[in-house]
C-alpha cells in the first residue's frame, strides 16, 4: 500500500472517533505545551535577570582601595586613602579599554526642603557616572566638569528623594536643597530604576560633583572608590588589567608587591547567574517532559484498546488483502498523526500560555525555534515509540480469529 | 470444457487442541468451474467453516493441495496469501463486516486501497459500478448504520465484486437476514451468476442451497453428496412469498 493511501486511511480511522482522539491528543498538547511554555519562560527569566544585570552596567569595574591590615588588626573595606585625583587622570588619558571613570565620594546627610526633611546618602561622582551605572535623567540636567571644576553646589535628585521632599507635587528643578547646612540647588531628576537586584532602592540616591562634595562637606581630597566601564562587556577583563596596570605604575608599585586597591567586574556574576537560569530552565523542562511522557503513554494505552476494539475490522482488512505490514503501518500512522498533531496544537499552546506569563510577570517574550522544532520532533518519535506495540499486536492477529472476534 | 477455477485434493486440516489432534476435514477432492454457483452444505463441526477459510486462503492445509485459478497455495507465504486474497478472492459474511461510520461507497472501496496498480480515480468508478450493480446507486454516501441489513450485505457484496474475483466466497451470507431479504440476497446472487460468476455459497439451510446449481454437503470432514441440483429461481421464490403475503 502506497503512504497516500495509508495516510489517508489512518486519518479516517482518527476522524470515526473523534472524541477519543481528542481526548488523547490531549495528554500530548498538555506535554508539548507544558514544555515549550516552561522553556520559554526559563529563557525569558534568564533574559529578564540579564537585563537587569546590564541595567546596573554589565560592563562596569569596581575599583575599591585594598582591605588595610595595620599591625593585624583589618581596617574594613575601602579604609585606605589610596585612590585620588592622580588615579582619576591618569585612567582618563592613556586608555584603550576603559570607556569612562568615575571617582566616588559617599556621605551620609539630612536633607532638608521645606517641612520635610530625608535622611540618605550623597555622592560625590563626575558627569560620566550616569553612563556608567546606567542612570538616566528624567526632567533637567547632569552637572557638567565645569561645575566639578568649581565645586559647584548642584544636586541630581532619583525619585525617592524626590516623593519625600517635594510633597505637594512642585517641580524640584530650580529648587534648593539644604544637606545639613549646605543648601545645593536641584538641576536634574533621576528616570526611576527600581529595585536592584539586591534589593535596595535604586532611587533613594543623590548625585553632586564629586569635588563638592570632597571640599565642601568632608574636606578629604581621596575618593572611596572609583567605577569604570569598559568599552564593552566582552572586554571589561581587558580593561581590568589595564586598569591595575595603570594604577600599579601611578602608584608606583614594584613588581612583587601586592595591589593596593581591588578591580571587581561584572563578568563572574553575569555566568553565576547566567548557569542558575540555565538550570533552571533545564528543570523546569525537565519536569514538564514528564507530562509529555505521561501523554505518550496514554496514546500507547488508547491505541491498544483501539486495536482490541477494532479486532473485526483488522480481520476484515486481512482477508481482503491487507498485509501484515500495512496493518501495522496503518496503526503507527494513526499513533503518529496523532501525537503529531496533538504536538502542533500544543505548540500553539505553548507559546499563547508563555505569552500571556510574559505579559503578567512582566518578562520579555521569548520565543524559543530549538524547544518547538524539538519538541516536534519528540512527538514524532512519541508517536512512533508507544503506537509501536498495540500496532504489531494488531499486526500479528490471526485473520480466521480476528474476524470471529465478538 | 469450462476451466477449473479451485481445485482441492485430498485436502486435510488437522488441529492440534491441548494433546488430542482433531481432524476437521479428511481428505476432500473436489474442483469448482467457471460460472458455477455451489452451495456447501454441512451441520456445525462438518469442517465446512474449517473448508471456506482455506479456500479463502486465509488458512492453509495441514495435507494435500490447494490450486486457486491456476496457483497452488501449498508455498506461499502470508503475505503472497494477502495479495491472493486481494485479487482473486471476493469475501462476504454472515454479519456484512462493514466498516462502522464509513459511507457504503468507502466501504466498497475498501479492497482497491491494497492493491497499488489501482489509482484513486479508477477506485472510485469501480466503487460506483459495484455499488450499481448490486442495486445501491442511490446508497453510496449512507453509512451503514442508515442501511438495513440487506442493504449492508449488498455494500459487502459490492466490496467482494469490486476487486473483480474469480470466485465469490459467502459464508451464511443469509445467515443474518429475514426470509424476503434472505430472498432478495440469493436472487441477486442468481444475477450475478447469470452474469457469468462463480460462487461458493457456504449454508447449513436446505431452502438456500436450492438456489444454486450444486450442492457439496460435507459430514463429520468428509463430502457425503457433491450432485448438481434442480435449481429454483429466487426472484419467483420472491413473488410466492409476496402472494402469500397478500391471502
Known amino acids: 500500500m502506497n503512504i497516500g493511501n495509508l495516510i489517508k486511511i489512518a486519518i479516517s480511522s482518527l476522524f470515526r472517533n473523534k472524541m477519543r482522539t481528542a481526548l488523547t491528543m490531549l495528554g500530548i498538547v498538555i506535554g508539548i505545551a507544558s514544555v515549550i511554555a516552561m522553556v520559554s519562560i526559563g529563557q525569558a527569566s534568564t533574559q529578564s535577570v540579564r537585563g537587569e544585570l546590564s541595567s546596573m552596567g554589565s560592563n562596569m569595574i569596581m575599583i575599591m582601595p585594598a582591605r588595610q591590615n595595620r599591625g593585624g588588626v583589618d581596617m574594613g573595606m575601602s579604609s585606605s586613602k589610596s585612590l585620588d585625583n592622580k588615579d582619576l587622570e591618569a585612567l582618563t588619558k592613556n586608555t584603550r579599554y576603559v570607556a569612562a571613570v568615575s571617582p566616588v565620594v559617599s556621605s551620609n546627610k539630612q536633607l532638608i526642603y521645606g517641612n520635610n526633611n530625608h535622611s540618605c546618602s550623597i555622592n560625590g561622582v563626575s558627569a560620566a557616572f550616569l553612563e556608567i551605572r546606567k542612570y538616566e535623567l528624567k526632567e533637567g540636567v547632569m552637572f557638567t566638569d565645569e561645575d566639578v571644576k568649581r565645586y559647584n553646589k548642584v544636586c541630581v535628585i532619583g525619585q525617592t528623594v524626590v516623593d519625600k521632599l517635594f510633597t505637594n507635587g512642585e517641580n524640584p528643578i530650580g529648587k534648593t536643597i539644604r544637606f545639613g547646612s549646605i543648601p545645593m540647588t536641584v538641576i536634574g531628576v533621576l528616570a526611576e530604576k527600581g529595585q536592584s537586584g539586591m534589593g535596595d532602592d535604586q532611587d533613594d540616591i543623590v548625585f553632586a560633583p564629586y569635588t563638592t562634595i570632597q571640599k565642601r562637606f568632608l574636606g578629604i581630597t581621596y575618593f572611596n572608590m572609583m567605577y569604570a566601564s569598559a568599552t564593552s562587556e566582552e572586554e571589561s577583563e581587558l580593561a581590568a588589567t589595564e586598569i591595575t596596570y595603570i594604577l600599579r605604575s601611578t602608584h608606583g608599585i614594584k613588581s612583587g608587591d601586592k595591589d593596593d586597591f581591588d578591580i571587581r567586574t561584572q563578568e563572574e556574576l553575569v555566568s553565576t547567574i547566567s548557569s542558575i537560569t540555565g538550570l533552571m530552565t533545564t528543570l523546569l523542562a525537565a519536569i514538564a517532559s514528564i507530562s509529555l511522557v505521561v501523554g505518550g503513554i496514554g496514546i500507547m494505552n488508547i491505541m491498544y484498546v483501539t486495536v482490541t476494539e477494532r479486532t473485526k475490522e483488522i480481520g476484515l482488512r486481512m482477508a481482503i488483502g491487507a498485509h501484515n505490514r500495512d496493518i501495522k503501518l496503518q496503526f503507527l500512522c494513526e499513533s503518529v498523526i496523532l501525537s503529531l498533531i496533538g504536538g502542533v496544537i500544543g505548540i500553539i499552546f505553548g507559546l499563547i500560555i508563555s505569552y500571556v506569563a510574559s505579559k503578567l510577570l512582566n518578562m520579555p517574550f521569548v520565543v524559543s525555534e530549538m524547544a518547538i522544532v524539538a519538541s516536534f520532533f519528540v512527538c514524532a518519535l512519541t508517536g512512533i515509540f508507544f503506537g509501536w506495540y498495540p500496532a504489531k499486536k494488531a499486526a500479528n492477529m490471526d485473520p480466521i480469529s480476528a474476524l470471529r472476534y465478538e | ?247
Not at chain 2, 12 to 40: K, M, N, Q, Y
Not at chain 2, 195 to 201: D, E, P, R, S, W
Open chain 2, 1 to 247: 470444457m469450462a476451466k477449473d477455477i479451485l481445485k482441492v485434493e485430498k485436502l486435510e486440516r488437522i488441529f492440534r487442541v491441548g494433546s488430542e489432534d482433531v481432524h476437521a476435514l479428511r481428505g476432500i477432492s473436489f474442483s469448482i468451474t467457471e460460472g458455477e454457483f455451489v452451495s456447501i452444505m454441512g451441520t456445525s463441526g462438518s469442517g465446512k467453516s474449517t473448508l471456506l477459510n482455506i479456500l479463502g486462503c486465509l488458512d492453509t492445509p495441514s495435507a494435500g493441495d490447494y490450486i486457486i485459478d491456476g496457483v497452488s497455495i501449498k508455498d506461499l507465504s502470508k503475505n503472497e496469501l494477502s495479495t491472493l486474497r486481494n485479487r482473486k478472492i471476493g469475501f462476504v459474511f454472515q454479519n456484512y463486516n462493514l466498516l462502522a461510520r464509513t459511507t457504503a461507497i468507502e466501504n466498497v472501496e475498501l479492497p482497491l486501497f491494497y492493491n497499488n496498480s489501482v489509482p484513486a480515480k479508477e477506485r472510485r468508478e469501480r466503487a460506483e459500478a459495484a455499488l450499481k450493480l448490486v442495486g445501491l446507486e442511490n446508497r453510496m454516501e449512507h453509512m451503514p448504520n442508515q442501511l438495513s441489513g440487506g442493504q449492508q450485505q449488498r455494500v459487502a457484496i459490492a466490496r467482494a465484486l469490486v476487486n473483480d474475483p474469480v470466485i465469490l466466497l459467502a459464508d451464511e451470507a443469509t445467515g443474518n437476514l429475514d426470509t424476503r431479504t434472505s430472498y432478495e440476497i440469493m436472487s441477486l446472487f442468481q444475477d450475478l451468476h447469470s452474469q457469468g460468476k462463480t460462487i461458493a455459497f457456504v449454508t447449513h439451510e436446505p431452502d438456500i442451497a436450492t438456489f444454486t446449481t450444486r450442492k457439496i454437503k460435507l459430514r463429520d470432514g468428509q463430502i457425503i453428496e457433491d450432485a448438481p441440483i434442480d435449481t429454483q429461481s429466487a426472484a419467483e421464490a420472491l413473488a410466492a412469498l409476496n402472494l402469500q403475503k397478500e391471502d
